[in-house]
Antibody, heavy 116, light 110 residues
């Protein structure tokens, strides 16, 4: 059974960079798309972007200028970096596996608050 | 990026059937058969319940079914049960944003 686990700071200051890592266990990180999705408190889901196991990426156009997603296949991890954060970036951040048919495995989610 | 449009809430009595719509455009739902649906209970991560418009993951109840017509996809829950009370989100591949989610629907079991 594939498992994903997000890790990183729960509090980030405005204008700084949010950094999260997702560790994949129970399956290979190869040949699939690894995705970040977020959900502001009380609101809906927003697709942030993905990284393919070979390193190729695709980002939500609304966040593209601030987002970087990378993969470390040797450690079965992929990471999210979101720069110049504001209060609007406060959300639960999920990592998920995209098997091209849907997001079939998800992490439990981690709340990141942006506040000074 | 424009989210797919879903009704804010749908309700039904136990045993009834309900249908949730998900309306997009010719650049997402209308263009691809890559519509998926997710169930999210409070405080939990979403769970995939339908992929590629109408396929169910292995082991998932056949009370959940999906369909698509033109730019609108639908999720039907038959034999409604108390455990079905949750938020439901659709998602589609999109030519402009790669992936887009719906606005979400709160299902209440009366």
């Amino acid at each position: 059974q594939v498992q994903l686990q997000e890790s990183g700071p729960g509090l980030v200051k405005p204008s700084e960079t949010l950094s999260l890592t997702c560790t994949v266990s129970g399956g290979s990180i190869s040949s699939l798309y690894w995705t970040w999705i977020r959900q502001p408190p009380g609101k809906g889901l927003e697709w942030i972007g993905y990284v393919y196991s070979s390193g190729g990426t695709s980002y939500n156009p609304s966040l593209k200028s601030r987002v970087t997603i990378s993969v470390d296949t040797s450690n079965s991890q992929f990471s999210l970096s979101l720069s110049s954060v504001t209060a609007a970036d406060t959300a639960v951040y999920y990592c998920a596996r995209d098997n091209t048919r849907g997001f079939d495995f998800w992490g439990q989610g981690t709340l990141v608050s942006v506040s000074s | 990026q424009t989210a797919l449009t879903q009704p804010a809430s749908v309700s039904g009595s136990p045993g009834q059937s309900i249908t949730i719509s998900c309306t997009g455009t010719s650049s997402d739902i209308g263009a691809y058969d890559y519509v998926s649906w997710y169930q999210q209970h409070p405080g939990k991560a979403p769970k995939l319940i339908i992929y590629q418009v109408s396929d169910r993951p292995s082991g998932l109840s056949n009370r959940f079914s999906g369909s698509k017509s033109g730019n609108t996809a639908s999720l039907t829950i038959s034999g409604l049960q108390a455990e079905d009370e949750a938020d439901y989100y659709c998602s589609s591949y999109s030519s402009s944003t790669t992936h887009v989610f719906g606005t979400g629907t709160r299902v209440s079991v009366l």
